[in-house]
């Protein structure tokens, strides 16, 4: 129990204000008062709050999914060591709830299961729909059984055309949509490719997950719909790879390539045009977990300035999922540098201390 711990305190820059100030640490909360008795973790340093990973897989690896709950623990523990604190796992095949209420691991935020069609996503990731009207349905299961949040597989290859397609008609998507916000949750999308964008934003899709086909239109669209975009910079490097590896479906293979091209011009638009946008590395599969400091850096080489580029992986996300910043109240996640990350988003990968839910744990 958080009541059991001692109180902390810290001193220096807290950010992105940039204001001096002494912080302490009590009961797993911030308090701006000062706590007697309270032991120094932290002076003159660089404060901000635990990092976020807003697109990770905790359950999912190089091989596919997880067998077991100690292996899905242990990414949880590199993604910490890391100074991920916050995880938006955005879906995993295993029930990982065990974990959420380990006070030494992130606090992990469940999209529950990636939903599908048969033969159109990673082979024993997903629920599989056998016929799209289904899913609304399956939403409202995966919102009582997640987070609030929900995955749809928004495109994928539909190998008799031989290229990226939509997973789901429009109608079943306004529906099924309907239903998660009716329930109170949210829903998500996995979209690489171009079509598939124009149903999912009507419906009022409530995130894009790599958006590598955004056009003027679908961008001016998310921009007028507030919608966000998560745009997995770290995955979308292994687009040439994928491609190398579809040689029976050349059309494609060159559409990812192409996609991969044009992604940079992509993201540079998205950041002009205003849409939000938050750091996830799609950790599981085929990028390794702990590379939170890597997505930052290609965000602020995109376009974000360092602040922006940070915000977007620290207190901005947090804010996005309901969590706070440092503030008088505020869950005691934080981070200490001895030398300014916006100056060199580099420091971020040297914490000199770490507070999760009040504890030290680094």
């Known amino acids: 129990m958080t009541s059991s711990l001692p109180p902390l305190h810290l001193s220096g820059v807290v950010l992105p204000e940039g204001h001096k100030r002494d912080i302490w640490v009590t009961d797993g909360r911030i308090s701006f ?24 897989h905790i359950g999912i690896g190089p091989g596919g999914p997880l067998d077991d709950l100690a292996e899905a623990e242990q990414q949880a ?3 910490r060591d890391a100074g991920v604190f916050l ?39 997903a629920v599989d729909l056998d016929e799209p009207e289904q899913l609304p349905e399956v939403v409202a299961e995966q ?15 539909d190998r008799e055309i031989g290229d ?27 979209v690489f490719g171009e079509a598939a ?3 999912l934003l009507a419906a009022g899709v409530d995130c894009i997950e790599h958006g590598t086909g955004l056009t003027d239109e679908t961008i001016d669209e998310m921009v007028r719909r507030d919608v966000p975009l998560v745009p997995t910079l770290t ?35 998205a950041i002009d045009a205003g849409i939000q946008i938050y750091a996830g590395t799609d950790a599981g599969s085929v990028v390794k977990h702990g590379r939170i400091v890597d997505e930052i850096e290609l965000l602020h080489a995109a376009g974000l300035s360092a602040t922006e580029a940070i915000g977007a992986a620290s207190w901005r996300a947090r804010e996005w999922l309901g969590y706070s910043g440092v503030v008088d109240g505020g869950e005691a996640d934080l981070l200490a540098f001895d ?23 680094r």
């Open 33 to 56: 008062t000062e706590v007697p008795g309270a032991r120094t973790v932290a002076t003159d340093v660089w404060i901000l709050p635990g990092l976020v990973d807003a697109h990770c």
């Open 77 to 79: 523990i590199v993604e």
């Open 87 to 125: 995880i938006r796992d955005c879906g995993a095949p295993i029930d990982t709830r065990e974990l959420q209420g380990r006070a030494d691991l992130p606090r992990i935020i469940r999209a529950g299961r990636h939903l599908a069609r048969p033969k159109r996503y990673l082979r024993g990731f």
């Open 143 to 157: 919102v009582a059984y997640g987070d609030g949040w929900v995955k749809l597989v928004g495109d994928w290859i």
């Open 164 to 190: 990226l397609a939509p997973l789901w008609p429009d109608d079943v998507l306004d529906q099924a949509i309907k239903v998660a916000h009716e329930a109170g949750g949210k829903v998500t999308a996995h």
């Open 197 to 199: 964008l124009p149903g």
């Open 235 to 269: 995955n979308i490097a292994n687009f040439p790879d994928i491609a190398a590896q579809a040689v029976k479906y050349p059309v494609y293979a060159q559409h990812m390539l192409d996609l991969h091209r044009r992604n940079p011009e992509v993201i540079a638009a």
């Open 339 to 361: 030398a300014d990350p916006r100056e060199d988003i580099g420091v971020l990968r040297r914490p000199v201390c770490g507070v999760l839910r009040g504890a030290v744990v």
